[in-house]
C-alpha cells in the first residue's frame, strides 16, 4: 500500500463531456488504485447523456459545468478539489494501479509544484506504437528544455501553486485548448516540475481516427509553438 506524507490530501478531476460510454472504465481503474485515499471529482462537461450518473455510481462529486470547454471544466474541477495535490486524468483514459502515488511522490519535496507521465496508446498497430515512442522521446527533449509537455490525461499539480499562478487561466481568459501545457509553463517560475516518462497513461485514440486527424495534429503543433516559442515568459 502507498504511504504518504502525514496530511497530505489528493484529489483526482476527470473531465467529461458525453462520456457514458468509457467513464466506467476509467473509474473502474481509479477504484484499483494502490493509493486507495484520494477525493473523486468528476466534471460533466455539459453532458446531454447519462454521464453524471455514471459518475455517482462510483461515488464521485460531479460538479456541472453548462459550458461546454476543458479547460473550462478542468478549472471547476480544479478549484473544487479539496486536496493539497490535485492530479487530472481524462474519461478516456486507463490509469495503472500505480499511477497516482507515484504521481503524487515527488510532492514530499516542498520545492515540487507540478509532476507528469507520458501517454500510451490504446490501439494496434506500428503506426501506434511509432507515434508513442516518438511522443516519449519529444516529451524528453523538451522537459530538457525546460518546456515540460503536461498531457490531459496525466500529471499532478500543489493546490496552493495552481492558485497562485491563476490555474488554466491564459492571458486573462481561459484557453480554448492547450490549458495543460500552459498551466506548466507557468508552473516553471513557481518551483521544480517532474518528468517521470516510464509513468504512462493507457489512453483513447479516437483523436487520431477518420479526418479530423490531420486537424488534430495541427492544432496541437500550433498550441505547442505560441506557448513555447512565440509567447514564453509572457503571460
Sequence with gaps: ????????????????????????ATLEALRRQDLKKFELIVVDSASTDA?????????????RV????????RQAGFEAASGHIVAST???????????GRLVGPFRNPQVVGTYGGLSLIGDGLAFKMAERFFIHWQRLNHALKRPIFCGANFAVRKRTFLEVGGFMWRNTLPHEGEDIRLAVKLLKMGKVVFMPDLLVATSTRSFAGPGTLRYLIRHARNYF???WLRYGNV
Excluded at 500500500?1 to 466506467?24: C, D, F, G, Q
Excluded at 454521464?51 to 461515488?59: C, I, L, P, Q, R
Design 90 to 100: 481524462e474519461a478516456d483514459s486507463i490509469p495503472p494501479p500505480d499511477w497516482l
Design 66 to 73: 453548462d459550458e461546454p470547454g476543458s479547460a473550462r471544466a
Design 1 to 24: 500500500m502507498v504511504r504518504l506524507w502525514p496530511m497530505a490530501k489528493i484529489s483526482v478531476v476527470v473531465p467529461a463531456h458525453n462520456e457514458e460510454a468509457t467513464l466506467s
Design 51 to 63: 454521464t453524471a450518473e455514471v459518475a455517482k455510481a462510483y461515488g464521485a462529486l460531479v460538479i
Design 226 to 228: 505560441q506557448t513555447y
